[in-house]
């Protein structure tokens, strides 16, 4: 008997409604309807392109591709489709859906799919904005020669149970939604869905990050000159050489206090300001 497994590289597709619980609660028998009606549209375009539905559990579903450019393909046509349709309707109202796109290795058990490559496309998914689309990295290579279609980089993301970052594309689409301001834009197991950072918020980042790191060296050495206190009360109270090493201490906090909170720093931002500086009078002297 062959106890290997089987797996498979492949284009993973995970959809979802955005506020169906939502949805049920106000109208359970119109939503059910309607759901039933969305999932015609994604039957239709699934085996159009070529796809195959894995699973249709609840409001979401997965289905996988051998083609990834038929996968992003067939997102888009689906979401034009939705989306075009529920322009009539008040955006309290709208069934609209996210789709997470993913390239990877998956397990095979029957006809169902597993492993990382699944858990990446529906964490893609929960970061797509309410009837958009979100790719990884791996699919925008394979795409982005071959699809007349805009692609916005949203960053490398961090997303729940996944050891490394994931580069995470958006697509945009021809019909997009007015969404309803009660449905959240990403949802939270998603890190991070807003747009990458700029040059200004990486430097408050990092300025951040030097005075959370001068507060924990402060606490430290405040530990450590009340344990020296300790020790010496009880060795020798005498004498208190504890205040030795509680000067060096203070020094060291109070130069490093200087460098953090007076902007006074010595790496890279210093080098760059001060190559600056000696071009400026290099090109005036010149001149």
């Known amino acids: 008997m062959n106890s290997r497994t089987e797996r498979k590289l492949t284009t993973i597709l995970c959809a979802d409604v955005a506020g169906y619980s939502r949805l049920m ?6 939503t059910l309807d309607r759901l039933k009606a969305t999932r015609e549209i994604f039957s239709n375009f699934i085996a159009q392109y070529g796809g195959r539905i894995v699973n249709m559990t609840g409001d979401g579903l997965v289905c996988d591709f051998t083609s990834v450019v038929n996968a992003v393909q067939c997102a888009v046509e689906v979401q034009n489709k939705i989306n ?7 955006p309290a109202d709208q069934m609209l859906y996210r789709i997470g796109i993913n390239l ?25 904005p309410v009837g958009g689309i979100c790719i990884s990295g791996s699919v925008f290579e394979q795409v982005k020669n071959k699809l ?15 050891a490394e970052p ?3 594309y958006s697509l945009m689409l021809t019909e997009m939604p007015n969404v309803h301001t009660e449905i959240p834009a990403s949802r939270p197991d998603s890190t991070d869905t807003s747009q990458e950072e700029t040059e200004d918020d990486r ?23 009340l344990l020296l206190f300790i020790i010496n009360m009880a060795t020798s109270p005498d004498y208190w050489w504890f205040l030795w090493p509680a000067a060096g201490f203070t020094i060291s906090l109070l130069m490093e206090g200087i460098r953090v909170f007076t902007g006074i720093h010595h790496g890279k931002e210093w080098q760059e300001r ?6 400026s009078r290099q090109h005036k002297s010149r001149s």
């Open 203 to 225: 430097k408050i980042r990092a300025y951040v990050k030097r005075q959370a790191a001068f507060y924990r060296r402060a606490t430290a050495f405040g530990a450590i000159t």
């Open 84 to 90: 075009e349709d529920n322009v009539s309707l008040s």
């Open 166 to 168: 994931v580069p995470v």
């Open 104 to 128: 990877g290795d998956v397990l095979i058990e029957g006809d169902d799919i597993f492993g990382e490559g699944v858990n990446v496309a529906a964490r893609l998914e929960s970061m797509a």
């Open 25 to 30: 609660n106000k109208n359970e028998g119109e």
């Open 274 to 279: 001060k190559i600056t500086e000696l071009k």
């Open 148 to 162: 007349p279609k805009q692609f916005k980089f949203l960053g490398n993301k961090a997303v729940k149970n996944i």
